[in-house]
């Protein structure tokens, strides 16, 4: 069975907002389309939105957000386990681990909007390929693990990724303060170092569970998600490399060629 259905998760997460599947892929059409094609000749004649007070307003929220979240599947790990421990759920822990992920499905789909604001504020380099397909990619394996499978086995990523989030958060609230806050920004790579980390202990938590859980991950959550974790590993790799190692040894050759 390529799906291990926790018996009786339909009754009730069916009939939850956004969990039609019509309505992700609007959304993910919506977004495609606007920050591809009308957001761009929208703001082409235009000048950039100033989003100063609005931008750290939200960051804020999603600092807070990501925090609580983090805090939530935290407290589920301590008292359920790092792995699950049975396929069976009693409706009662059923219902709060569905909660849970529903309210990070949300906030993966509200992360959309920091492309739009991207498109907005037309700082088009910021929006890549890595940036794009990791968010729509987020919406979609969230939407998939909370129809198919709301159990144990997604507990340990999200908690990973919304802690993450909490501090990649920050930095852009700082960031948006303006470049007086520049000098305290001194962390930025290593942003991406905490995205590689997490990432590798996603993709061993998952091998671990697969082959020790008596409730291990279903194959195609498995390869989907290994595959798409080994991709983000390898596209952020290259993200890293370009932005600080390169532009380091860029920076030292030139500086030797002045001297």
Same mark, same amino acid.
């Given at each position: 069975m390529?799906?291990h259905?926790? +018996? /009786? =998760?339909l009754n *009730?997460?069916?009939?939850?907002?956004?969990?039609? !599947?019509?309505?992700?892929?609007?959304?993910?059409?919506?977004y495609? @389309?606007?920050?591809?094609?009308?957001? !761009?000749?929208?703001?082409?004649?235009?000048?950039?939105?100033?989003m100063?007070?609005?931008?750290?307003?939200?960051?804020?929220?999603?600092?807070?957000?990501?925090?609580?979240l983090?805090?939530k599947? %935290?407290?589920?790990?301590?008292? +359920? /386990?790092?792995?699950?421990? +049975?396929c069976?759920?009693?409706?009662?822990?059923?219902?709060?681990i569905?909660?849970?992920y529903?309210?990070?499905?949300?906030?993966?789909?509200?992360d959309?909007f920091?492309?739009?604001? *991207?498109?907005?504020?037309?700082?088009?380099?910021? &929006?890549?390929?890595?940036h794009?397909?990791? =968010? @729509?990619?987020?919406?979609i394996?969230?939407?998939?693990?909370?129809?198919?499978?709301?159990?144990?086995?997604?507990?340990?990523m999200?908690l /990973?990724?919304?802690t993450?989030?909490a501090?990649?958060?920050?930095?852009?609230?700082?960031?948006?303060m303006g !470049?007086?806050?520049?000098?305290?920004?001194?962390?930025k790579?290593y942003?991406?170092?905490?995205?590689? %980390?997490?990432?590798?202990?996603?993709i061993?938590? &998952?091998?671990?569970q697969?082959?020790?859980?008596?409730? !291990?991950?279903?194959?195609? *959550?498995?390869?989907? /998600?290994?595959?798409n974790?080994?991709?983000?590993?390898?596209?952020?790799?290259?993200f890293?490399? +370009?932005n600080?190692? %390169?532009?380091?040894?860029?920076?030292?050759?030139?500086r030797?060629t002045?001297?």
């Amino acid at each position: 069975m390529f799906f291990h259905l926790p +018996k /009786g =998760h339909l009754n *009730f997460v069916e009939r939850w907002p956004l969990m039609n !599947p019509n309505d992700v892929i609007f959304l993910i059409c919506t977004y495609l @389309i606007f920050i591809l094609k009308i957001g !761009p000749a929208l703001m082409e004649r235009r000048e950039r939105f100033q989003m100063k007070g609005f931008l750290i307003f939200y960051n804020s929220v999603k600092i807070i957000n990501s925090t609580l979240l983090a805090y939530k599947f %935290l407290a589920y790990i301590i008292d +359920k /386990g790092l792995f699950p421990r +049975k396929c069976d759920y009693d409706d009662r822990t059923l219902y709060v681990i569905a909660v849970f992920y529903w309210k990070y499905m949300a906030t993966k789909i509200l992360d959309l909007f920091d492309t739009v604001f *991207f498109v907005l504020r037309k700082k088009p380099s910021q &929006i890549t390929f890595l940036h794009v397909y990791h =968010h @729509i990619f987020m919406v979609i394996i969230s939407w998939l693990s909370l129809k198919y499978d709301p159990s144990d086995h997604w507990a340990f990523m999200a908690l /990973g990724n919304c802690t993450v989030h909490a501090i990649m958060y920050t930095y852009y609230a700082m960031s948006a303060m303006g !470049p007086a806050y520049a000098k305290y920004l001194w962390w930025k790579k290593y942003l991406t170092l905490m995205q590689l %980390l997490q990432f590798l202990m996603i993709i061993l938590h &998952i091998a671990i569970q697969t082959y020790t859980s008596p409730c !291990p991950v279903s194959k195609v *959550f498995y390869w989907v /998600g290994v595959t798409n974790l080994v991709l983000f590993m390898w596209l952020f790799t290259n993200f890293y490399q +370009k932005n600080y190692v %390169l532009k380091r040894v860029s920076t030292v050759c030139t500086r030797q060629t002045i001297d």
